[in-house]
């Protein structure tokens, strides 16, 4: 008889299946077809044809799905617009109610729920039935709560009235439930798009909506591949699109939506990196890359692709790695002691086999368990890449499958290098047990979450969503329902007329003539004769315009007051560099020397009140709201550096022992574009909050009066202002503002114009994702007194990073 240790030595696992039967059934019940859930009823016509959904663990067909129309998201448009002012009337209390009734219904149908996600997608039971439907069901209840404090929490804000939401096919009910709750907490109605392989838990949760009554047209589900998508993103009656997939679609979805108005958050791509640093507890790691990258099949957005490993413990890492992988269990994703399903599709399989067989070209050395991997069904063993360069294809592309790979690095500051070298940012894990080095790395790693000591761990309570090209916007947490609402003064969309720059005097105005020439003679018949052209200012320095031409600036009166540079492209280069190389420092400075600079800045301008002011006038024509215009800049001043070390963060309460700290971060190099109308009052509105929390600025000043910003240099230069903080640029925008916004190393723009430019912006602004936040020809509105100031410019100004940080034994 052998002992009970001996008896472990050799222990086997034997088959766990979880039982199909409740899922067959609901299947049958339906038998096996469905249409769209469109004002609260099953919709199965219109002009789309019919697809069917298969299990990839077993190819056999689960279902058959409606691909749905132009049509058929119309009328899913229509249904939550006559909804969404009776939702929104029902009040938070009553919206709060049925939040909650969803929550409970989705624990009564969590069996049902799992089993049916993981034939849909092939994740292992383990995880949809401990991890996928609870996080689901914690979100609504997260949500319902928020419901409830609206209007405490969110005061002077509405809905953003009805939102069109597309999700992708790895979480597919946890990332409907991250779209649907806030939106539905904060008064939206909806049309989800689920997408094309996995729409079945999108569809129960309709009949959950039917189930707790929920008022027809709240929720709206449309089946179908990306057209279906597109088609929703193109529909003019959708205010709000909220996407989560490839950076690719992120990219066309911007382009597609660029001027209509629509709000866009979007949760993109990511290869995010697993940084071991060589007092890291190497077998806590090792779990922790088994949830980093084999979780989910590493079919996860922020899965953590890249090992990266402090040298001197590499070897030993990538031994006891090896030894694990030899461990993990992979197989029937209904199996309950499985670690590892399937790969969603036979598409998806050959995307990861075509990549790794990349890897191998480009000398990766390729290491994969001994045991074998089934034959039938789309599965791909977890996997390890060595010896594969920094800008190689498997440490650049997002795979979307278990292949990591593992480099090496020998400081903190190589590892914060290697990590930040990707165009994405969505996540980062750091492992050390030293807490100093882990919290001075987290600011440091360009990603809108950071695990320490963890990974893959999300909370209703925490907000996610990336930095660079992983996306903009978050959800979750108090910050992803700043998506999901807008202040009430920005629902008026009229567009202004917007102030032209003033014209020359009548004699001028008479030949046409407003060229540099003419202007140059105007001045030499006044008195006296020296050059009154203003420079740029680039870097701390004032900077003749690369071009050296310049453009005459005239009063109300036509009177000629000076000339300013006419800045081009490379000026527009020039400053995004010196923006760029000021900005790490700026950033990490204290928030109390920045308010000090920002007083500073407020007091040296009101040194020369007079001459501002009599500046003001003369381009507006106004010197009662010159002198108004002149006390409302120096108070704005000093608002932003009152801001400046109050703007804080939180602390989220996940339930969990950690604390995760949700900081407010600048978004680095900063655009922005003046607005016409106030040319020193719009000027400080915008630039003060941006530098208030630490960004860097390249600006564009007024049109109209550029002067006021150009007279602004001495002021910088008698105020402590760091070289490169504020760069000025002035100029014809038609001839910048294009540069500016396509610009690959700006990370945000701020445009005030017309409507048609701040659509250009918008499509521009793709090629990087930078972040935009244009006025649609409103500007003047916005900078009213009453809201050209204050948490909504400085919520446009940062964005939040999640860090997680564990406690206890
Ligand atoms: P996509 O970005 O193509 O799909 C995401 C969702 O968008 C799906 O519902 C899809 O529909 C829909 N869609 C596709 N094209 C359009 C369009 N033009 N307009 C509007 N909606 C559209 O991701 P895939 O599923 O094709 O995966 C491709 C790659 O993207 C993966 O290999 C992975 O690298 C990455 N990915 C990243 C995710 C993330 O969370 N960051 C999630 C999923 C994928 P449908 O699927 O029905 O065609």
């Known amino acids: 008889m052998s002992r009970v240790a001996e008896v472990f030595e050799s222990l086997e696992y034997g088959p766990a299946p979880e039982s199909t039967d409740l899922a067959e059934a609901w299947l049958d019940r339906y038998q096996r077809s469905f249409g769209h859930f469109i004002g609260g009823i099953w919709s199965d016509e219109g002009e789309g044809d019919r697809f069917d959904v298969a299990n990839p663990a077993t190819a056999q067909v689960i279902a058959s799905l409606r691909q749905g129309s132009a049509g058929d998201v119309a009328k899913a448009v229509d249904a939550a617009r006559e909804a969404q002012s009776g939702w929104w009337a029902l009040g938070p209390h009553g919206r709060a109610r049925y939040l909650y009734a969803i929550a409970r219904h989705i624990q009564k149908r969590a069996r049902l729920l799992a089993v049916l996600e993981s034939m849909d997608n092939g994740k292992p039971i383990r995880e949809s039935r401990d991890l996928d439907v609870p996080l689901v069901a914690r979100h609504f209840y997260h949500h319902a709560g928020w419901a409830q404090l609206m209007e405490d929490a969110f005061p002077g804000h509405e809905p953003v009235g009805v939102v069109g939401q597309i999700i992708p096919w790895n979480f597919p009910l946890l990332m409907l439930a991250w779209k649907i709750a806030p939106a539905l907490a904060m008064g939206n109605t909806l049309v989800l798009k689920p997408a094309e392989?996995?729409?079945?838990?999108?569809?129960?949760?309709?009949?959950?909506?039917?189930?707790?009554?929920?008022?027809?047209?709240?929720?709206?589900?449309?089946?179908?591949?990306?057209?279906?998508?597109?088609?929703?993103?193109?529909?003019?009656?959708?205010?709000k699109i909220a996407f989560t997939g490839s950076t690719d679609v992120g990219r066309i979805i911007r382009e597609a939506t660029a001027g209509s108005g629509k709000r866009l958050s979007l949760e993109l791509g990511g290869k995010s990196p697993f940084i071991v640093f060589g007092d890291s507890d190497l077998d806590s790691v090792v779990e922790g890359v088994v949830d980093a990258i084999w979780f989910n099949q590493g079919e996860v957005c922020c899965a953590g692709s890249r090992i990266l490993v402090q040298e001197g413990v590499a070897e030993t890492l990538e031994l006891k790695l090896r030894a694990r992988m030899e461990t993990l269990r992979l197989g029937d994703p209904l199996d309950k002691s499985v670690d590892m399903g399937v790969i969603v599709s036979p598409a998806q399989l050959e995307r990861i086999e075509g990549l790794v067989a990349q890897g191998r070209t480009e000398g990766a050395e390729v290491w994969q368990p001994s045991w074998s991997t089934p034959r039938e069904g789309s599965f791909y063993p977890p996997t390890l890449c060595t010896n594969v360069a920094p800008s190689g294809t498997l440490a650049q592309v997002e795979i979307f499958g278990p292949v990591v790979v593992l480099m090496t690095f020998r400081t903190p500051s190589e590892a914060v290098a290697m990590a930040n070298d990707t165009r994405y940012g969505l996540a980062a894990s750091i492992w050390t047990e030293n807490i100093n080095l882990a919290l001075d790395v987290a600011p440091k790693v360009k990603a809108g979450t950071i695990w320490v000591n963890c990974t893959n761990v999300f909370d209703a309570a925490s907000g996610f969503g990336g930095y660079r090209e992983s996306g903009y916007g978050r959800e979750g947490g108090e910050e992803g329902l700043w998506e999901y609402i807008r202040p009430v003064w920005q629902a008026d969309a009229s567009e202004e007329v917007e102030p032209e720059p003033n014209r020359p005097r009548s004699r001028s105005r008479a030949s046409g003539d407003a060229s540099p020439a003419a202007a140059a003679a105007e001045i030499s018949t006044a008195v006296p004769p020296i050059d009154r052209t203003a420079k740029l200012y680039i870097g701390g320095k004032q900077a003749r315009p690369d071009g050296a031409h310049s453009l005459p600036v005239y009063g109300a009166d036509g009177a000629l007051l000076g000339e300013v540079g006419r800045g081009n492209r490379k000026?527009?280069?020039?400053?995004?560099?010196?923006?760029?190389?000021?900005?790490?420092?700026?950033?990490?400075?204290?928030?109390?020397?920045?308010?000090?600079?920002?007083?500073?800045?407020?007091?040296?301008?009101?040194?020369?009140?007079?001459?501002?002011?009599?500046?003001?006038?003369?381009?507006?024509?106004?010197?009662?709201?010159?002198?108004?215009?002149?006390?409302?800049?120096?108070?704005?001043?000093?608002?932003?550096?009152?801001?400046?070390?109050?703007?804080?963060?939180?602390?989220?309460?996940?339930?969990?022992?950690?604390?995760?700290?949700?900081?407010?971060?600048?978004?680095?190099?900063?655009?922005?574009?003046?607005?016409?109308?106030?040319?020193?009052?719009?000027?400080?509105?915008?630039?003060?909050?941006?530098?208030?929390?630490?960004?860097?600025?390249?600006?564009?000043?007024?049109?109209?009066?550029?002067?006021?910003?150009?007279?602004?240099?001495?002021?910088?230069?008698?105020?402590?202002?760091?070289?490169?903080?504020?760069?000025?640029?002035?100029?014809?925008?038609?001839?910048?503002?294009?540069?500016?916004?396509?610009?690959?190393?700006?990370d945000g723009l701020w445009f005030f114009g017309p409507r048609e430019a701040s659509a250009e912006v918008e499509r521009a602004s793709a090629g990087n994702m930078k972040r935009t936040w244009v006025s649609y020809g409103q500007a003047r509105r916005w900078l009213d007194s009453t809201q050209g100031q204050g948490e909504e410019f400085l919520r446009q100004a940062t964005q939040v990073k999640n860090i997680w940080v564990p406690y206890g034994e």
């Open 571 to 746: 000026d527009v280069r020039d400053a995004v560099e010196a923006a760029r190389s000021a900005q790490s420092s700026w950033a990490t400075r204290t928030a109390h020397n920045r308010a000090q600079i920002l007083y500073y800045l407020a007091e040296n301008l009101l040194v020369r009140a007079d001459e501002f002011t009599r500046r003001l006038g003369a381009v507006s024509g106004r010197p009662d709201d010159a002198v108004a215009e002149m006390d409302a800049s120096v108070a704005r001043l000093f608002t932003y550096a009152a801001w400046a070390d109050k703007w804080e963060g939180r602390v989220h309460h996940t339930p969990f022992r950690n604390v995760t700290f949700a900081m407010k971060e600048p978004i680095g190099v900063m655009g922005v574009v003046c607005p016409a109308a106030h040319p020193l009052l719009g000027f400080v509105s915008c630039v003060a909050p941006l530098i208030a929390v630490g960004n860097t600025v390249v600006a564009i000043p007024s049109e109209v009066g550029p002067l006021l910003a150009t007279d602004l240099y001495q002021v910088f230069e008698t105020s402590d202002l760091p070289p490169g903080v504020i760069n000025v640029v002035t100029g014809a925008r038609p001839e910048m503002v294009p540069t500016l916004a396509a610009h690959d190393d700006v």
């Open 197 to 239: 392989f996995t729409s079945l838990t999108a569809l129960l949760f309709a009949e959950i909506c039917g189930d707790v009554g929920l008022p027809a047209g709240v929720v709206n589900i449309v089946t179908g591949d990306g057209d279906t998508g597109a088609a929703l993103v193109g529909h003019p009656g959708v205010d």
